[in-house]
């Protein structure tokens, strides 16, 4: 499937949660299309090459600075369109990869070696966790730095 087929499917997934955070309904297109944009360029980061928590970084520093001035155009707070938007690129993948390699630690017979099943949980918690990160960051960034004073 194409990379922007998926960033598609960032829009249904970000109006879920921003109904879920009872968002104005003003807001809910503005949070669709941040998520969409924010997904999209992560794909297309990544497909140049860059890693996936660098991709996440821009791509929430995007959603970051775009939901700022699309929160003084609508005199609304900027995370109302940010955290909704996002909520798409919450790293999901590594954190079942994680789990289920803790799983598979938890059902090995005595004697067996867990060595392998460890590395895989513990790199997959540290991907997860850097991701995370960057999208906290990438998020509380743009206000910071464009507040009014």
Same mark, same amino acid.
């Given at each position: 499937?194409?990379?922007? #087929?998926?960033?598609?499917?960032?829009? $249904?997934?970000?109006?879920?949660?921003?109904? +879920? /955070?009872? !968002?104005? $309904? @003003?807001?809910?297109? !503005?949070?669709?299309?941040?998520?969409?944009?924010?997904?999209? +360029?992560?794909?297309?980061?990544?497909? =140049?090459?860059?890693?996936? =928590?660098?991709? =996440? +970084? +821009?791509?929430?520093?995007?959603?970051?600075?775009?939901?700022?001035?699309?929160?003084?155009?609508? @005199?609304?707070?900027? $995370?109302? /369109?940010?955290?909704?938007?996002?909520?798409?690129?919450? $790293?999901?993948?590594?954190?079942?990869?994680?789990?289920?390699? #803790?799983?598979?630690?938890?059902?090995?017979?005595?004697?067996?070696?867990?060595?392998?099943?460890?590395?895989?949980?513990?790199?997959?918690?540290?991907?997860?966790?850097?991701?995370?990160?960057?999208? =906290?960051?990438?998020?509380?960034?743009?206000?910071?730095?464009?507040?009014?004073?």
């Amino acid at each position: 499937m194409s990379s922007w #087929l998926i960033s598609l499917w960032a829009a $249904p997934a970000a109006l879920g949660f921003a109904l +879920l /955070f009872n !968002a104005p $309904p @003003r807001a809910l297109w !503005a949070a669709a299309v941040l998520a969409v944009i924010g997904r999209l +360029l992560r794909d297309v980061l990544m497909h =140049t090459g860059i890693d996936i =928590t660098l991709g =996440t +970084l +821009l791509a929430a520093l995007a959603i970051g600075g775009l939901a700022e001035l699309w929160a003084r155009r609508a @005199r609304l707070a900027a $995370p109302v /369109f940010a955290i909704s938007a996002a909520i798409p690129m919450v $790293p999901g993948v590594s954190m079942y990869e994680a789990v289920h390699a #803790l799983m598979k630690l938890s059902g090995l017979a005595a004697g067996q070696s867990g060595e392998a099943y460890l590395v895989d949980a513990g790199s997959s918690i540290v991907r997860a966790a850097m991701i995370l990160l960057a999208l =906290t960051i990438g998020i509380a960034m743009p206000s910071l730095l464009m507040r009014k004073r």
